[in-house]
């Protein structure tokens, strides 16, 4: 299947990143199965890219996967963003947009209850991330091509 990672550079050999900040799953490359998606992340600050991968599952990878945004969902962003490490290959999940993760980290914060975060993400749309989180997991993606995209701002 194709999938999508937007970025302001060209990506053509994927790689995880450790960063300051944690994110949703830990350290990891995100990608989406929605190219509308990749074209919003790669022009958050400017113009950027689009890369395009081909991606073949491998059940023996240990794989988690979320349908939907549920408490063990939100348990479980709010651990990876702690900085609690996990023992996944690859974790999928129908992210919502990024006001999501602003209540997500607010709710980590201590800002707002479990509850107002339910009641503030029930009017979000979900969309889709796949992150791969080892090494092992970035051989089942191969570099397809990429796409100059322009921020429309």
């Given at each position: 299947?194709?999938?999508?990672h ?17 994110k ?8 989406t ?40 969902w ?35 914060d ?44």
């Open positions: 299947m194709e999938i999508y937007g970025s302001s550079v060209i990506v053509k050999k994927p790689e995880i990143r450790i960063e300051k900040y944690n949703n799953f830990y350290h990891g490359f995100y990608c199965l929605l190219e509308k998606q990749a074209i919003r992340w790669a022009t958050r600050f400017g113009d950027g890219f689009v890369n395009k991968y081909d991606y073949v599952v491998d059940n023996s990878l240990n794989i988690l996967s979320f349908d939907k945004m549920t408490e063990e939100l348990d479980f962003v709010v651990d990876c963003r702690s900085g609690k490490a996990h023992d996944y290959d690859i974790i999928e999940d129908p992210v919502a947009d990024d006001i999501i993760y602003t209540y997500v980290q607010d709710f980590l201590g800002k707002i209850s479990r509850e107002a975060f339910w009641a503030l993400a029930k009017f979000k749309y979900p969309t889709h991330q796949i992150c791969f989180n080892t090494e092992k997991s970035l051989k089942t993606i191969s570099f397809k091509g990429v796409e100059r995209v322009h921020d429309e701002k």
